[in-house]
T-cell receptor, first 116, second 115 residues
Framework: AQKITQTQPGMFVQEKEAVTLDCTYD???????LFWYKQPSSGEMIFLIY??????QNATEGRYSLNFQKARKSANLVISASQLGDSAMYFCAMRERETSGSRLTFGEGTQLTVNP | DAGVIQSPRHEVTEMGQEVTLRCKPISGHDYLFWYRQTMMRGLELLIY????????DSGMPEDRFSAKMPNASFSTLKIQPSEPRDSAVYFC?????????????FGPGTRLLVL
């Protein structure tokens, strides 16, 4: 079974609108961390946001927020007020401390295109 | 503050040649990771170190790949001999510790093309 599933290969959004990128995960660990990274066309991997499994509040970082639903095992990324520079590939990743130590497992990514 | 530094940024080589990729982690980070990214396999972890000691090398594809971390500020990933299927982007990442945010910060990557 896939550890991290991103079901949207591609997403389109109009500039200034909000967009949600889906991520579901599979783990039996009680303690784990969820991450989102952005990879623009230039290729670098940029850390966006982190959510710990014991965090009671959803993480927020500027225009990014993580909609964490533990019972559903989902960790969706919400980008508010989309900008043209948000066009990129977005990866969801998970660290399972008990099972995998410091290893991160990545999803296949979602290509986001922001239209003017 | 300097981020993770990788060199070279691009490498083109011929099949059978030795390739050495280099990485300097963020100062003070205890963990160092080597990833490979391809269209077919996505992002996959090759190996990671904690305090210069290899912890998990289960992702290293075969004996042609080796990684070392002689000190806290330098690591190498070597492919010998290289093959066309090794063509990929190789990322190095580092993190402060294994608890809390444990965020991994990535270098710019090395784009390797083996002809």
């Amino acid at each position: 079974a896939q550890k991290i599933t991103q079901t949207q290969p591609g997403m389109f959004v109009q500039e200034k609108e909000a967009v949600t990128l889906d991520c579901t995960y599979d783990t039996s660990d009680q303690s784990y961390g969820l991450f989102w990274y952005k990879q623009p066309s230039s290729g670098e991997m940029i850390f966006l946001i982190y959510q710990g499994s014991y965090d009671e509040q959803n993480a927020t970082e500027g225009r990014y927020s993580l909609n964490f639903q533990k019972a559903r095992k989902s960790a969706n990324l919400v980008i508010s007020a989309s900008q043209l520079g948000d066009s990129a590939m977005y990866f969801c990743a998970m660290r399972e401390r008990e099972t995998s130590g410091s290893r991160l497992t990545f999803g296949e990514g979602t290509q986001l295109t922001v239209n003017p | 503050d300097a981020g993770v530094i990788q060199s070279p940024r691009h490498e083109v080589t011929e099949m059978g040649q030795e390739v050495t990729l280099r990485c300097k982690p963020i100062s003070g980070h205890d963990y160092l990771f080597w990833y490979r990214q391809t269209m077919m396999r996505g992002l996959e972890l090759l190996i990671y170190f904690n305090n210069n000691v290899p912890i998990d090398d289960s992702g290293m594809p075969e004996d042609r790949f080796s990684a070392k971390m002689p000190n806290a500020s330098f690591s190498t990933l070597k492919i010998q001999p290289s093959e066309p299927r090794d063509s990929a982007v190789y990322f190095c990442a580092s993190s402060a510790d294994g608890t809390g945010g444990e965020t991994q910060y990535f270098g710019p990557g090395t784009r390797l093309l083996v002809l």
